[in-house]
C-alpha cells in the first residue's frame, strides 16, 4: 500500500490469519443498512450508473467523479461563506490506483488535494452490493469472503483480480444475474449507497483542510488520533444537514477494522482511533440525531433507535474489553 505523507494514512500494524468471523460485523453493518441510504435518496436525481466492483478503471473512475462532484456540491450547501471560501481552493484527485487506501489530503505548490483511489471505491461498491442484495447471514458471509481474498492479495497492485463479485459467490442464476443488472431501481439504490459513504468520507478530508490540520501534518499521535475524531464529527454534522444518518460512513472504516482488530490494545501508537471505536461513534452520532432527520420509509424512528442502541451496546462492550479481534473472528 502507497503510504502518503498526512498524518491521517493508515499502517495496519497487525492483520490476523482468521478473518472468517468478520461476518459478525457484516450482520451489523446489515443491521443498519436501512439508515443513511434512503435519507439520501431524494438528493439523488441522477441516472444510476450500472457500475460494480468488476466494471474497468475508467468506468468507476467515472462513476466516483461523477459521485464526489454531485457530494461536494450537497456539502457545500451546508457552509459558510468563510468556509466555503476555502472548500473551494480544495482540488479533487481520482488516482487510477487499485490498492485500498483511504482518502487521504495534503498541500502541494497548487494548494490542497484530496486524493481518492479507483480500488477504494471498487471495495465500496462490492460491499454496499452484497449488504442490500443478500440476506443478513449471507452478507456477511460475503464481507469475510471479500477481507480474506484482500488480505492473500495485500502487496498485489490488482488485489480484486481473484474477488467475485457477491451474485457470483452466491452462485446466482444466470437469470437472476441478469434481473439484477438490468434492474434499474436496485443499480439505483447500490448508486445512492456508495454515494452516501463517498459522501462521509469527503467530508471528513474537507473537515481535515477547514480544522487547519494541514498546517501541521506531523503531530504527535495523540493529538492526530483527536483530529480523525473531530474529522469524523464534523462530516457526521453535515450529513445530517442533508438530512442523511452517519452511520453510512462505517462502511468506509470497515476494511481497517478487521484488518487491524487490534487496535483498541495499541491505538497508544496509531495515528488513527481504533476503527472499532469509530464506527460505535457514528452508531452514536445518527442515534442523537434522530429527531433531526427523516426515517427511512419502511421504519419508524423508534425502531430505528432501538437497532442503533442495540449496536452501540454491542460495540461498546467490545471496546471496553479492548478486544475487537473476538468480534471479527471465530474462536479456536
Known sequence: ??????PGCRVVLAIHDDLKGVQALGRVVTYLRVAGVF?????FPVSAYAVDMTSSSDDLRYALSSGIDFARTALERT???DELSSERKIRIVISADERIDSPWTLPDKNGPFIQFNVGTARLVYALTAAVYNLS???SGKYIGHVFTRLKQEAASTSPFVNIDPFYKWAKWTPQQISNFQSSFDKQLFIDRATLGVITFMLAHEIAHNLNGDLNHIHPPPEEARNR?????????QHLISLNMGPNIGM???LYYAVMDCNALRHEDRLRHPADLRRIKNLADFTLASLDKISPPENMTREQMRDRLQTVSKNLSQYIGAGDGCSLFHEKR
Do not use: G, N
Not at 228 to 236: L, N, P, S, V
Open 1 to 6: 500500500m502507497m503510504i502518503p505523507a498526512y
Open 136 to 138: 443478513e447471514p449471507e
Open 39 to 43: 435519507l439520501f435518496a431524494a438528493l
Open 228 to 236: 480523525e475524531i473531530k474529522a469524523d464529527a464534523w462530516a457526521a
Open 251 to 253: 462502511f468506509s472504516l
Open 79 to 81: 457552509l459558510t461563506s
